[in-house]
């Protein structure tokens, strides 16, 4: 079998796959947050939820975060490019 036929081959498979998203989410979801989108997203989570497995609640983020935004840009981007968080919610 040539190269370029097994190439095409799967090609035809890939283009077979459901997407889940389209391009531009999947551009989306790759791009830098900023703080003025984080904050945004703070204070639109639902209030008077239980909670977390951390014990932090809503109020606590959205009330301290000018305090912790920096810090929570910090681990967003950790989590985005690595694929999880591994240090603590401290200032270099």
Same mark, same amino acid.
């Given at each position: 079998? /040539? #190269?370029? /036929?097994?190439?095409?081959?799967?090609?035809?498979?890939?283009?077979?796959?459901?997407?889940?998203? +389209? *391009?531009?989410? @999947?551009?989306?979801?790759?791009?830098?947050?900023?703080?003025? *989108?984080?904050?945004?997203?703070?204070? $639109?989570? &639902?209030?008077?939820? +239980? =909670?977390? =497995?951390?014990?932090?609640? #809503?109020?606590? !983020? @959205?009330? !301290?975060?000018?305090?912790?935004?920096?810090?929570?840009?910090? &681990?967003? *981007? *950790? +989590?985005? @490019?690595? $694929?999880?968080?591994? $240090? &603590?919610?401290?200032?270099?």
């Amino acid at each position: 079998m /040539d #190269h370029n /036929d097994d190439i095409l081959n799967q090609l035809k498979v890939i283009q077979e796959v459901p997407r889940f998203f +389209s *391009e531009e989410d @999947s551009d989306l979801v790759g791009r830098v947050i900023y703080l003025n *989108e984080l904050k945004f997203l703070v204070e $639109g989570m &639902a209030k008077d939820k +239980s =909670p977390g =497995p951390n014990g932090w609640t #809503h109020e606590l !983020f @959205s009330f !301290f975060f000018d305090l912790m935004g920096q810090d929570l840009i910090l &681990a967003v *981007e *950790e +989590s985005r @490019s690595l $694929g999880s968080v591994t $240090g &603590a919610l401290t200032r270099p």
